[in-house]
Nanobody, 126 residues
Framework: QLQLVESGGGLVQPGGSLRLSCVVS????????IGWFRQAPGKDREGVSC????????KSADSVQGRFTISRDNAKNTVYLQMNNLKAEDTAIYHC???????????????????WGQGTQVTVSS
């Protein structure tokens, strides 16, 4: 069974940076697209950034374009989300997810996810 474990969340001031990591185990992770999702209190879950199994294709929400970068190192079974110029509205629990699907289906249509991580809290506040 595929397992995903996130780390790297925390408290940061507006304008600051964080890098989230998602370590995948239990199966060969390079067969799976991996996505980062977030959910703030009272809001729907949002697809933040997704990356294809090869790493050649990515998809990100308009709200994070130019600020967040997703990448993966299949040798380490790890996917990263570099978050720069953080804003208060980025505050949420961030989950990574895996699925044998396209980045569009995963991030935009929010379907095709097989497994979820437990999440890591990101709080942006002065």
């Amino acid at each position: 069974q595929l397992q995903l474990v996130e780390s790297g969340g925390g408290l940061v001031q507006p304008g600051g940076s964080l890098r989230l990591s998602c370590v995948v185990s239990g199966f060969t992770s390079d067969y799976y697209a991996i996505g980062w999702f977030r959910q703030a209190p009272g809001k729907d879950r949002e697809g933040v950034s997704c990356i294809s199994s090869s790493g050649r294709s990515t998809k990100s929400a308009d709200s994070v374009q130019g600020r967040f970068t997703i990448s993966r190192d299949n040798a380490k079974n790890t996917v990263y989300l570099q978050m720069n110029n953080l804003k208060a509205e980025d505050t949420a629990i961030y989950h990574c997810a895996a699925g044998r699907t396209t980045v569009y289906d995963m991030c935009v249509m929010r379907r095709g996810v097989d497994s979820w991580g437990q999440g890591t809290q990101v709080t942006v506040s002065s």
